[in-house]
């Protein structure tokens, strides 16, 4: 399914995002920062240089790049950046860098991926009570390995 996205740049060197493949789910996010080196442990904001309109109902995820983030150990700092459908500011990658070495992203070069999702939002019912369950409160590993 295909939905249209608005994208504003803003800057002239952006790229707009990108799909891999005819059946990729995640859009490749472009750096537009100059070349920013990034210190093992080090979180720095990575600039794209896009602004984004979701349609109402929808979110745009933000995950890793699994080819940075397995040979590079660059990776999004919160892990999954969730852009809200009524954000209009610039698309920004806190880019962490969970190896030993200094790493180096230069402009132009693929950081992130987008997937761009329907989201249900909820009315959430306080109660004295929940339903019952076989799991009940067992959590952290309890339908696991024995």
Known sequence: MRINV???KLDDRAILPTYGS???AGADLYSCSDTVEIA???TVLIHTGIAIEL???YAGLVYSR???ASKRGLAPANKVGVIDCDYRG???IALHNHGNSSQTVERGERIAQL???PYFTADFNESDELSNTVRGEGGFGSTGRK
Do not use: D, Q, W, Y
């Open 55 to 57: 349609p109402e109902g």
């Open 22 to 24: 005819e059946f990729a």
């Open 90 to 92: 610039e698309i920004m």
């Open 6 to 8: 608005n994208i504003k």
């Open 40 to 42: 093992a442990g080090e």
């Open 115 to 117: 997937v761009i999702t």
């Open 66 to 68: 699994s080819g940075l």
